[in-house]
Every structure is written in C-alpha cells, then in structure tokens.
C-alpha cells in the first residue's frame, strides 16, 4: 500500500506541533497529507491539490477555517471538511456543522480525527445501494446521483446532510434515536456528539422547505422521516 493509496488530506493548522502529530497518524493510516499553517495558502492549497478531504483549525491567520468552508462552498467544492476548534461554545459549533461535515475540539485524539475522516469518505464515496431512488410524498432522494429534489426542484445539501437524510428515507416510519444516527451516518457513536445529529437535523429541514414536515422529532427518543 502506498502512501496516496487513500487520497490527499490537506490539513491546515497553525500549530505546528498538532500539524506533525496529525500529519503523522493520517500518513500511517495510508494517507498523503499536505500541510499549511495560515488560512490564505490553506485556502489556495485546497483550489490548487483538491484534496479528497480537509482537516481545518478554526481558528488561523490571515484566514478563519470557516471562512476557508465558505469559500469553497461559494465555489461548488463540497469536498468534507472536519474541523478542529479549541472553542467549546454552541455558536462556533454549529457555525462548523452549518459548513462542514464534522469537527473536533481540542485537545482532541489523534486516532479519533482518522477515525472520523475515515468515515467521511465512506459517505462521501457513495451508498452500497448504487442508484436507489427513495420517495416520501414530495421528497425525492436519488442515490446513484446524489440528488434530493422536492416537488422537482433540486436541492443543495452537504455530503453529510445527504447521508442524513438517507439514512432516515432507508426505514420509512423508523424512529432513530441519535445515538443510532450518530453511528450509522458518522461512523462513531458518543453521547457527546448528539448535539451533531441535532445541528443537522435542523440544517436539512431549513432546507427542505416546505417538505421539512417530513422529517419528525419524536420526543425523548429522536427523529423519523414519515407521511
């Protein structure tokens, strides 16, 4: 196994000794790893090498790491983003999960943030159900080509919204609790990390519009999509 055998990581983090621990765990699970420690070249670095995934600090000069997500957004580059933050405020948390895909907050373990990019390239590579078309009333959810229309009209989700939302259409009238959420659409499962669930759910019905009704809180257990 080489060491792009897994793809290109881009990590941008300002302090060095978390760039070379990172760098260091991601290169022996078989990933290549480019680093930059200021916003600016991070952002030019994600144009130029289109990595398969970023690992973003917040927190960085010349240019924020959300900044950087929203960038790429504005652009059509939805390539998952996992940010790492030493802010333990709600506010800066579900600003990152508005834009990204997952994030971590310092001092954060190392396995766990390969674990979680591990796991956002397997949604990100697709469902095992290739071009399976899921309808629930006006909502349409095409997985061979990663499309969510409602009434016709396309939606913009993020990779991570679009599992989401999948995952729920998959079982019809299936009530998921976030910690079976948690562990069927992010690959792990923390009690800390519902309010993840949460921030997403919200994101997908906003988006949802009209539809938003489809996708149900069940109250002291967690959510279903249903009629």
Same mark, same amino acid.
């Given at each position: 196994?080489?060491?792009?055998?897994?793809?290109?990581?881009?990590?941008?983090?300002?302090?060095?000794?978390?760039?070379?621990?990172?760098?260091?765990?991601?290169s022996?699970?078989?990933? #290549?790893v480019?680093v930059?420690? !200021?916003?600016?070249?991070?952002?030019?670095a994600?144009r130029?090498?289109?990595?398969?995934?970023?690992?973003?600090?917040?927190?960085?000069? #010349?240019?924020?790491?959300?900044?950087?997500?929203?960038?790429? *957004? =504005?652009? $059509?580059?939805?390539?998952?983003?996992v940010?790492?933050?030493? *802010?333990?405020?709600?506010?800066?948390?579900? %600003? $990152?999960?508005?834009? @990204?895909?997952?994030?971590?907050?310092?001092?954060?373990?190392? *396995?766990?943030?390969?674990? &979680?990019? &591990?796991?956002l390239?397997? &949604?990100?590579?697709g469902?095992?159900?290739?071009?399976?078309?899921?309808? %629930?009333?006006?909502?349409?959810? !095409?997985? #061979? &080509?990663?499309?969510?229309?409602?009434?016709? =009209?396309?939606?913009t989700?993020?990779?991570?919204?679009? !599992? %989401? %939302?999948?995952?729920?259409?998959?079982?019809? $009238?299936?009530v998921?609790t976030?910690?079976?959420?948690?562990?069927?659409?992010? $690959?792990y499962?923390?009690?800390?990390?519902?309010?993840?669930?949460?921030v997403?759910?919200?994101?997908?019905?906003?988006?949802? @519009?009209?539809?938003?009704?489809?996708?149900?809180?069940?109250?002291?257990?967690?959510?279903?999509? !249903?009629?």
């Amino acid at each position: 196994m080489t060491e792009l055998s897994k793809g290109l990581i881009l990590l941008v983090e300002d302090e060095r000794p978390i760039a070379d621990l990172v760098r260091l765990y991601l290169s022996r699970d078989g990933f #290549g790893v480019h680093v930059e420690h !200021d916003g600016t070249s991070g952002l030019a670095a994600a144009r130029r090498l289109r990595p398969v995934a970023c690992v973003l600090d917040i927190a960085l000069p #010349g240019m924020e790491g959300t900044e950087i997500c929203r960038r790429l *957004r =504005a652009e $059509g580059d939805w390539t998952p983003v996992v940010f790492l933050t030493a *802010r333990d405020d709600e506010v800066d948390r579900i %600003l $990152g999960l508005e834009l @990204g895909d997952d994030y971590l907050t310092k001092p954060f373990s190392p *396995r766990e943030l390969v674990a &979680r990019v &591990r796991a956002l390239l397997r &949604r990100a590579a697709g469902p095992p159900d290739g071009g399976r078309v899921r309808t %629930l009333g006006p909502l349409q959810l !095409d997985s #061979g &080509r990663h499309l969510v229309t409602v009434d016709g =009209a396309p939606l913009t989700l993020t990779p991570t919204e679009f !599992d %989401l %939302l999948a995952h729920l259409l998959g079982r019809p $009238g299936r009530v998921f609790t976030r910690e079976e959420l948690l562990a069927g659409v992010w $690959g792990y499962a923390s009690p800390a990390g519902t309010r993840t669930v949460d921030v997403h759910v919200a994101q997908v019905r906003a988006k949802l @519009g009209p539809a938003a009704h489809l996708i149900r809180t069940v109250r002291g257990v967690g959510y279903t999509a !249903d009629a």
